[in-house]
């Protein structure tokens, strides 16, 4: 699980969300993971319009140094105006807004039935600062900030924007929807290693594809994050404090 998580946290970032605008490659030990969105960084053009309620579904799956792909993983990304919901096999994540500066997440985990919710408090305790405008186009400020603007393409979809980049962390090249606003291709290459990230599908939104999500978790059990250190004996809360480490959320504690 964790493994995958990491995966995904390279690729979109953060998160989708959760692997977006409040998530960080956490192999940059020199970068303050928990300052997020007061970057001023420009983004390129045709990115950060106006974003229209969506269902999109991704596939996403790496290549090892060994030349071998992973086993590829569904995501499904579901944006409505104050909601983003990211969900894959193993667990779920959701970014709720509350008028512009006010903000709660949650990580719904399938296996244990169990939901960890970060309160706006918690999030501000935490140095989290949500940076709204990146979690609703499912990527990062930082990363788009390396991108420069190539060729425009024509996609089954309509036109699209070819975005690269190349640095000492590996090479970039994004494929993007201005009209869906949506990253339709998003590749990584770092040495001999490969990730990528690939729109299968949109639908259009619906409420009832919310209710049905909230339905399923209705009977999950919820803990509050900020009780975290009350339960550290407790292996599950070891296991998603391992995931906040991971995204830069918290020290390494050594559990």
Avoid: C
Avoid at 57 to 82: C, H, N
Avoid at 177 to 186: D, G, I, T
Wanted: hydrophobic share 35%; no cysteine.
């Amino acid at each position: 699980m964790l493994k995958r998580l990491s995966l995904a946290a390279l690729l979109i970032a953060t998160a989708l969300p959760g692997f977006a605008a409040a998530t960080h490659d956490h192999d940059d030990p020199g970068h303050d993971h928990r300052k997020t969105a007061t970057s001023a960084t420009a983004l390129p053009d045709g990115i950060g319009t106006d974003a229209p309620p969506v269902v999109a579904e991704y596939r996403l799956r790496s290549r090892g140094t060994d030349g071998k792909w992973s086993a590829p993983v569904t995501l499904r990304f579901i944006r409505t105006a104050d909601r983003l919901t990211t969900e894959q096999p193993d667990f779920s994540e959701t970014w709720r807004r509350h008028g512009d500066t006010d903000f709660n997440f949650e990580r719904a985990f399938h296996d244990e039935r169990r939901i960890v919710e970060y309160t706006s408090g918690e999030l501000r305790t935490l140095g989290i600062a949500p940076d709204w405008d990146m979690l609703r186009v499912a990527l990062d400020r930082r990363t788009l900030g390396a991108l420069n603007t190539g060729s425009r393409l024509r996609g089954k979809d309509g036109d699209l924007i070819r975005y690269r980049s190349t640095s000492s962390h590996g090479d970039i090249v994004l494929d993007w929807s201005a009209r869906q606003q949506l990253p339709v291709r998003l590749e990584r290459t770092r040495g001999k290693t490969l990730s990528e990230l690939t729109l299968t599908r949109t639908l259009p939104y619906a409420p009832a594809t919310l209710a049905a999500i909230d339905a399923r978790l209705a009977g999950y059990q919820r803990i509050d994050a900020s009780d975290f250190g009350d339960m550290e004996s407790d292996p599950f809360i070891r296991k998603a404090e391992r995931i906040d480490v991971m995204r830069g959320w918290r020290g390494n504690h050594g559990h």
